[in-house]
């Protein structure tokens, strides 16, 4: 619109009605009652970590809002858009992100929220295969050769299995065959995903 706006002289605002009308005309108007499922996410507007929110209905896989921020006063106009229609929401997808959560939980408290699949594994690693990488290197202490390559797994148990090197992978089976707790962690994540890339993978279920 700027380049539209410098080459024809018309004002941007002029021009930013026009195409409004324009999209209205092509999508047809949204009515909020129609809306059952709802798809939240985040995006970056630019390198400076400025983020934007959209929402949209997850069912026709239409944009219905999209505002600056991702904090729960920036997304609230939203759900104060359709009102009472809010209680004919019936599942929401969207980020692990906690002011998103709040508030769907505030306008929508009969809807199932669904979590994205991609931060629920980050926030797998971080905090349940972390917490046993720590726990394990300390019970290795006196066992410093097995201590250090305890500690420098942490990629290996993350990663996907179809990702790693050669190398990498013999790494990784010898590390969960000689350790059933990370052993178990690793197919927690996997089954978490919904994959079957550990299946090449042997367990010792004695080691300790």
Known sequence: MSHVSKFTG?????????????????????????????G?????????????????????????????GTSRQAIRPFFEWPGEHCQHIEAVAMD??????????????QAEVVYDLFHVVARYGREV?????????????????????????RWLLLRNAANLKDGQAVQLQELLAANQPLATVYLLKDALKGTSNNARFSVNPTAK
């Open 96 to 109: 692990m992100n906690t002011a998103f959560d709040l508030e769907v939980k505030r306008h929508c408290p």
């Open 40 to 68: 939240m996410g985040e995006f970056a507007l630019d390198k400076r970590h400025r983020y934007a929110t959209v929402i949209m209905d997850a069912e026709r896989t239409r944009v219905l809002w999209v505002g600056h």
């Open 129 to 153: 295969i972390d917490r046993i990488l720590v726990d394990q290197a300390n019970l290795l202490r006196d066992d410093k050769p097995a201590r250090k390559v305890v500690k420098r797994s």
């Open 10 to 38: 018309v004002h941007w605002h002029t021009l930013k009605a026009l195409d409004k009308r324009r999209l209205e005309a092509e999508a047809g108007a949204i009515e909020p009652g129609d809306v059952r499922r709802l």
